[in-house]
């Protein structure tokens, strides 16, 4: 079993519409939790964080954490063409390397 | 801007070429990383360094090379390139308990 699974998608929307990305985890022993985007031909930014269980909000994003059930979300609202991108789910391993561990991606066009 | 820098943006490669591909910071991060990434299997970790002067072995190690002189390079060297290593290599780095890395823009490496 991946440590870290992400529904690879691609995911297509009409602007305007909620987004869903989720990703699931094996380890019951993990505490960060990250979304990263990343447009095509570029490297992965980082686009939210959270620790332990419970939403974040940041505008128009919000992550969410359920550790009961080793589930972790990213739900946009009023998606926009600008947010075609590939969203990654990835998680810090606290050993000695303090390693991100990445889901495989999901890729997302929203349809203006 | 601060950030990390990557060099060549791309490279074509003959099988059985020594290349290096170079990182560098300029956010006196101390630890660094080598990511590939390759369609269907995520990012996944080669090399890291936590601070300079020590390195360790990633998820797949094999046939790449680091060293890490000082805080600011961290370069990735392929020996003897193969097929098998055409991807691309996202260089990271992140502070001490940092939340999320910053990414490099990525080098696109197709060994033939």
């Known amino acids: 079993q991946k440590e870290v699974e992400q529904d690879p998608g691609p995911l297509s929307v009409p602007e305007g519409a909620i987004v869903s990305l989720n990703c699931t985890y094996s380890?019951?022993?993990?505490?960060?939790f990250m979304w990263y985007r990343q447009y095509s031909r570029k490297g992965p930014e980082l686009l939210m964080y959270t620790y332990s269980s419970g939403n974040k909000e940041d505008g128009r994003f919000t992550a969410q954490v359920d550790k009961s059930s080793k589930y972790i979300s990213l739900f946009i609202r009023d998606s926009q063409p600008s947010d075609s991108a590939t969203y990654l789910c990835?998680?810090?391993?606290?050993?000695?390397?303090?390693?991100?561990?990445f889901g495989t991606g999901t890729l997302l066009a929203v349809q203006p | 801007i601060a950030g990390i820098t990557q060099a060549p943006t791309s490279q074509i490669l003959a099988a059985g070429r020594r290349m290096t591909l170079r990182c560098t910071q300029d956010?006196?991060?101390?630890?660094m990383y080598w990511y590939r990434q390759d369609l269907g299997l995520g990012l996944r970790l080669i090399h890291y360094s936590n601070t300079a002067g020590t390195t360790g072995k990633g998820e797949v190690p094999d046939g790449y090379s680091v060293s890490r002189a000082n805080t600011d390079d961290f370069p990735l060297t392929l020996a003897s390139a193969v097929p098998s290593q055409t991807s691309v290599y996202f260089c990271a780095s992140t502070t001490p308990g940092g939340y999320g890395y910053t990414f490099g823009s990525g080098t696109r490496l197709t060994v033939v």
């Open positions: 990835a998680i810090r391993d606290g050993g000695a390397t303090n390693k991100l561990i």
């Open positions: 956010m006196r991060h101390n630890a």
């Open positions: 380890n019951s022993a993990f505490q960060y």
